[in-house]
């Protein structure tokens, strides 16, 4: 079972909630992966701790141009969507971090000219945090794009019980590429207008792609109606209100799991993994509200 | 000689645009016959990554010489050296107003360190 944490906003707690779950699912006997696809910014690590066993380089293809047959003629340069090749009287530029990949010139070219070659985009570092299967990328600083980088590391995931995939925020392809096949996603948000505007945005996404979602209200205080009413209003279930609490914050601050630093931080987390649980196994099913 | 002008419109009159991969329109002097030519850049306006690029091979497909602009992106600076068009940066008024500017030598052209506008 495959369940992503995603946020509209950055910031809300999706790594709070995934390595807390993580670390929860896996004392409970069950098997679990958890899985950072936030590769621009990755920092699961910094709470699950895992010994890492594998550090991989991942590649993505982009063309080679063999400059004794080119002769020049530009058909790459403007077949080419993204502005990676640029056609000049002696020469053809290639812009490596706008390539896609697609391999469209390389098909196209009159001279067949274009080869293949790789070039190393990020990280993929796979471990294991106590009984938590750890699995996390490390996108390269001044890459563009994540996609690829993002869809190595959800591969190299090992099979088990549960699959915990920790997104990138925002609703961007990097989102999309994360929550792909997922079988729920749990939309993390806070109690703000900022928060229920970003949450707007990532339930729209969410239903696009056709996966049931559920909503962590994070850092909830007496402050949550307009939250509550939307999800109410969208038929959204609230899965769980982790409470406003100063402590937790400075348990982040030191790297520390909260459900495990403070005691009153377990049953919400033990609550949440249950209904998750129950959700993915008849989805569909009744809303369920919470009031801290 | 060709040159190169970032207008916001499609006349001599307009506006120079202060960016070049996303400037609205290319405007092409010909110094051998007096001649403007327009080109519309609508599509680097809109284009996700690689705006500078595009609008590079735009400007060396007329085969001009040199660019007047506000400021350009390291990858558009890189495109236009390779391409050996001359750039010439702080272009302002009209693109006519550049034009005459640049004739008469107020305008300074790009190095490595300067050509991005200090981005």
Same mark, same amino acid.
């Given at each position: 079972?495959?369940?992503?944490?995603?946020?509209?906003?950055g910031g809300t707690?999706?790594t709070? /909630? +995934?390595?807390?779950?993580a670390?929860?699912?896996?004392?409970? $006997?069950?098997?679990?992966a958890?899985?950072?696809?936030? /590769?621009?910014? *990755?920092?699961?690590?910094?709470?699950?701790r895992?010994?890492i066993t594998?550090d991989?380089? /991942?590649?993505?293809?982009? *063309?080679?141009?063999?400059?004794?047959?080119?002769n020049?003629? $530009?058909?790459c340069?403007?077949?080419?969507?993204f502005? #990676?090749?640029?056609? &000049?009287?002696?020469?053809?530029?290639?812009f490596?971090? &706008?390539?896609?990949?697609? $391999?469209?010139?390389?098909?196209?070219c009159?001279?067949?000219?274009i080869?293949?070659?790789e070039r190393e985009?990020?990280?993929?570092?796979i471990?294991k945090?106590?009984?938590?299967?750890f699995?996390?990328?490390?996108?390269n600083i001044?890459?563009?794009?994540s996609p690829?980088?993002?869809?190595q590391?959800k591969?190299? #995931?090992p099979?088990?019980?549960?699959?915990l995939i920790d997104?990138?925020?925002?609703?961007?392809? *990097?989102v999309?590429?994360?929550?792909?096949?997922c079988?729920?996603?749990?939309?993390?948000?806070e109690?703000?207008?900022f928060g229920l505007h970003?949450?707007?945005?990532? #339930?729209?996404? /969410?239903?696009?792609?056709g996966? *049931?979602c $559920?909503?962590v209200?994070?850092?909830? +205080?007496?402050n949550?109606?307009?939250?509550?009413?939307?999800?109410?209003?969208?038929?959204i279930?609230?899965? #769980?209100?982790?409470?406003?609490n100063r402590?937790?914050a400075e348990?982040?601050?030191?790297?520390? &799991?909260?459900a495990?630093s &403070?005691?009153?931080?377990n049953?919400?987390?033990?609550?949440?993994?249950?209904r998750?649980?129950?959700q993915?196994?008849h989805?569909?099913?009744p809303?369920q509200?919470?009031?801290? | 000689m060709?040159?190169?002008i970032?207008a916001?419109?499609n006349?001599?009159?307009s506006?120079? =645009?202060?960016r070049f991969?996303?400037?609205?329109?290319?405007?092409?002097?010909?110094?051998?016959?007096?001649?403007w030519?327009?080109? =519309?850049?609508?599509?680097?306006?809109?284009?996700?990554?690689? @705006?500078g690029?595009? @609008?590079?091979?735009?400007?060396?497909?007329q085969q001009?010489e040199?660019?007047?602009?506000g400021?350009?992106?390291p990858?558009?600076?890189?495109?236009?050296?390779?391409a050996?068009?001359?750039?010439?940066?702080?272009?302002?008024?009209?693109a006519?107003?550049?034009?005459e500017?640049?004739k008469a030598?107020?305008?300074?052209?790009?190095?490595?360190?300067?050509?991005?506008?200090?981005?």
């Amino acid at each position: 079972m495959k369940i992503a944490i995603a946020s509209g906003k950055g910031g809300t707690g999706k790594t709070t /909630v +995934a390595t807390n779950l993580a670390q929860l699912a896996a004392s409970q $006997g069950y098997q679990v992966a958890y899985i950072d696809c936030d /590769v621009e910014a *990755p920092n699961g690590h910094l709470f699950l701790r895992p010994d890492i066993t594998s550090d991989d380089t /991942v590649h993505v293809t982009v *063309p080679d141009i063999d400059p004794t047959r080119c002769n020049h003629c $530009g058909v790459c340069a403007h077949f080419c969507q993204f502005n #990676a090749l640029l056609c &000049l009287p002696g020469e053809v530029l290639l812009f490596p971090e &706008l390539c896609h990949s697609c $391999g469209g010139c390389q098909l196209i070219c009159p001279q067949q000219c274009i080869s293949e070659r790789e070039r190393e985009i990020g990280q993929c570092q796979i471990g294991k945090a106590g009984q938590v299967d750890f699995v996390s990328g490390r996108l390269n600083i001044g890459e563009a794009k994540s996609p690829p980088l993002i869809h190595q590391v959800k591969k190299q #995931a090992p099979e088990t019980d549960l699959m915990l995939i920790d997104a990138p925020p925002g609703t961007s392809c *990097p989102v999309v590429e994360s929550l792909r096949d997922c079988d729920f996603v749990v939309l993390v948000t806070e109690p703000t207008p900022f928060g229920l505007h970003d949450l707007t945005l990532a #339930a729209e996404m /969410v239903q696009l792609l056709g996966i *049931p979602c $559920g909503v962590v209200i994070n850092r909830s +205080a007496e402050n949550d109606e307009a939250t509550l009413a939307y999800c109410n209003s969208r038929r959204i279930p609230v899965l #769980a209100c982790l409470p406003d609490n100063r402590k937790a914050a400075e348990a982040y601050s030191r790297g520390e &799991l909260i459900a495990q630093s &403070l005691p009153s931080f377990n049953q919400p987390f033990t609550t949440l993994l249950e209904r998750l649980l129950q959700q993915t196994k008849h989805t569909g099913s009744p809303q369920q509200r919470c009031h801290p | 000689m060709k040159i190169a002008i970032t207008a916001q419109g499609n006349t001599p009159d307009s506006a120079v =645009d202060p960016r070049f991969g996303r400037a609205a329109w290319l405007l092409i002097h010909d110094d051998s016959n007096d001649a403007w030519e327009c080109i =519309d850049n609508a599509a680097g306006r809109d284009t996700a990554h690689g @705006a500078g690029i595009q @609008a590079a091979q735009k400007v060396a497909d007329q085969q001009a010489e040199t660019l007047l602009t506000g400021a350009i992106g390291p990858k558009a600076f890189a495109s236009l050296q390779a391409a050996k068009i001359r750039i010439f940066h702080g272009a302002k008024g009209t693109a006519l107003e550049a034009l005459e500017a640049f004739k008469a030598g107020q305008l300074k052209e790009a190095s490595e360190m300067d050509a991005t506008g200090g981005v």
